[in-house]
Nanobody, 123 residues
Framework: QVQLVESGGGVVHSGGSLRLSCAAS????????MGWYRQAPGKQRDMVATITRGGTTNYADSVKGRFTISRDTAKNTMSLQMNSLKPEDTAVYYC?????????????????WGQGTQVSVST
């Protein structure tokens, strides 16, 4: 079974930092585009940052200059370093990725979501 698993959420004061991690597990062949998304209560899920397999990044305007997305392609992992956190960053953060995996000697591709990790920023 292939899956994405997040870790690193928690509670932090305004101005603080957190680092989220995402790891792909299973019979992984490769992981292509990956990204972080977040969903606050009563709101839609929004893109936070994305990163291609080649390392090209894209950020939501609201997090530019504060968040940094990175990945280790060899380890099939991705991280999100979040600095200068604000109360409006409070949300459940989800890892997303296009995962290619081996099954019955064939390569299959799935777009997967992690289970989510809560980030809460207090004033």
């Amino acid at each position: 079974q292939v899956q994405l698993v997040e870790s690193g959420g928690g509670v932090v004061h305004s101005g603080g930092s957190l680092r989220l991690s995402c790891a792909a597990s299973g019979n992984i062949f490769s992981v292509n585009d990956m990204g972080w998304y977040r969903q606050a209560p009563g709101k839609q899920r929004d893109m936070v940052a994305t990163i291609t397999r080649g390392g090209t990044t894209n950020y939501a305007d609201s997090v530019k200059g504060r968040f940094t997305i990175s990945r280790d392609t060899a380890k099939n992992t991705m991280s999100l370093q979040m600095n200068s956190l604000k109360p409006e960053d409070t949300a459940v953060y989800y890892c997303n990725g296009d995962v290619a995996y081996m099954q019955l000697d064939q390569i299959h591709v799935l777009n997967l979501w992690g289970q989510g990790t809560q980030v809460s920023v207090s004033t």
